[in-house]
């Protein structure tokens, strides 16, 4: 499975597509401000915990098993292309642990139905401060990177012609 035309694992299909889909969602119903101690998203929160909770096993899978070799081969193109993929897997990390301290530094409790997680730290008054910003912009950016990860993949796809969308698909 080291080809350019394998396919990735049904596992990390499925993992992939599924963070994408968090990712999105956590960035649609994200709400800033002190507003949100008195009505806190909770949607948001639920994504940003599951996108956090996808993490690992997908690192997991993705460094235990075997994956398709990268469809942008070696060179330059390669080289930017794992930098791309390794910032995006640190923000999807960063940016949920950020909004997990955020929240607790405001004093809103984190979690989803049936799961409440414990604060990273004390309630303070006032504003987030810059761990709140770090978290914004972290998320816009995850925004950015994945947009241009679709580009590259329907580039690879639609003018390099290597069966890119394949690779990342269940059928």
Request: hydrophobic share 50%; charged share 15%; no cysteine.
């Amino acid at each position: 499975m080291t080809g350019t035309d394998a396919r990735y694992s049904k596992s990390l299909i499925v993992i992939h597509w599924l963070t994408a889909a968090f990712v999105a969602g956590a960035w649609l119903t994200a709400e800033g401000g002190r507003k949100v101690v008195e009505n806190p998203p909770l949607l948001h929160f639920a994504f940003g915990i599951a996108v956090l909770a996808l993490v690992l096993p997908r690192l997991v899978l993705r460094l235990a098993g075997p994956t398709p070799r990268p469809a942008s081969g070696g060179g330059w193109l390669g080289r930017v292309s794992g930098i791309g993929h390794g910032v995006l897997y640190l923000l999807l990390i960063a940016v949920p642990l950020s909004g997990w301290y955020v929240a607790s530094r405001m004093g809103v409790e984190v979690g989803f139905p049936g799961l409440h997680l414990p604060a990273l730290t004390a309630p303070v008054p006032g504003k987030p401060g810059l761990i709140g910003e770090l978290h914004e912009s972290g998320g816009n950016l995850i925004l950015i990177l994945a947009g241009l990860h679709m580009a590259m993949a329907l580039w690879h796809q639609f003018v390099r012609r290597d069966g890119t969308l394949r690779r990342m698909s269940l059928r």
